[in-house]
């Protein structure tokens, strides 16, 4: 087990993370890589079944292409723990991510369990992309020791952790945010908690935008996400990158922001809310803006 010793006297040797889908796994993969004993929770065993899957094939794809080494892999996965009951993983963490569906009433009450299971001190991060931090710090009655950690698919690819302060939050947790994600080999920026924040608020605008312009038979789908990788050094389209993040989360984000602002513009487009009602989510369900059922994205009839 690695210890991260910090500035401020606090060392990180074992993380929670809350959520094994998509994001959940991902952020579990990476403490793991850290060096840390990693614990992941789930409320439901496939779902933890799943999200250990997918960090081991992740890793044996980077054996085959030879950028992680078989020994590597039986490091890092010595260093991982799957639990279904949530006071066990969370007991002696010295920190805890959560990464739960974006409904606001579920994260509240899992940082409520949170705030009652973990040591003082343990340090608390929600990997919303949206939901104000402060509703959800205040849930915990520890507010100070929590802390947006707003993490990028693919996680273990993604170099960008987003931090989001909110009033209530200390110092102390946003230099161990900062540190810990440094360790997990993250590029760190720190946002005030505005609906939003500073990336999903931009990343969710150009999608709808991306998405209106398709509706609007402007160009292709292909021809949209090139335009912006080859024009403006995207490394990945916005229609691709929304089937990616989830065509049902990209929506969410819109109606959140449309409530937040009181401002009808951040509505989801109709062709985007009839993708999400024909359960074409993206990439985790196999079709979304484009067909994904190769593995990569293919053009696809709307």
């Known amino acids: 087990m690695n210890k991260m010793l910090l500035a401020i006297d606090m060392e990180i040797g074992q993380v929670a993370v809350i959520g094994a889908g998509t994001m ?28 250990v899957s997918t960090i081991d094939a992740f890793w044996d794809k980077g054996i085959a292409r030879g950028k992680t080494t078989p020994e590597q892999k039986m490091q890092w996965a010595a260093n991982l723990s799957t639990f279904s009951d949530l006071e066990e993983a969370v007991k002696n963490a010295d920190m805890v991510i959560e990464a739960v569906p974006e409904i606001p009433s579920l994260k509240q ?27 959800i710090a205040e849930s915990s009655g520890r507010a100070e020791d929590v802390i947006g ?19 209530a939050c200390s110092q102390r947790t946003i230099t161990i945010a900062e540190a810990a994600g440094k360790a997990m080999g ?45 024009g403006y050094r995207h490394p990945m389209g916005p229609l691709a990158l929304s089937d990616l ?58």
């Open 24 to 51: 959940g796994a991902g952020i579990a993969q990476v403490c793991a890589q850290a060096g840390w004993t990693t614990h992941l929770y789930d409320a439901f065993p496939q779902g933890l079944e799943k999200g």
């Open 109 to 135: 009450q899992v940082f409520a369990d949170l705030g009652r299971l973990t040591r003082t001190g343990c340090i608390l991060g929600t990997n919303t992309s949206s939901i104000s931090i402060a509703d």
């Open 149 to 167: 950690m707003h993490f990028f698919n693919p996680v273990p690819i993604m170099s960008l952790l987003e931090l989001v302060r909110h009033d």
């Open 186 to 230: 993250k590029t760190t920026i720190l946002v005030k908690d505005v609906p939003g924040f500073a990336t999903s608020r931009l990343g969710v605008v150009l999608g709808n935008e991306a998405i209106r312009m398709l509706a609007d038979g402007v160009a292709s789908a292909r021809d949209i996400d090139t335009a912006m990788e080859l």
């Open 245 to 302: 993040v989830g065509l049902d989360v990209r929506r969410d984000i819109l109606l959140n922001l449309a409530k937040s602002f009181n401002d009808d513009s951040y509505l989801p487009h109709p062709l985007l809310n009839k993708l999400v009602a024909e359960g074409r989510l993206g990439k985790k369900s196999g079709k979304g803006i484009y067909d994904w059922t190769s593995g990569k994205a293919e053009e696809s009839d709307l």
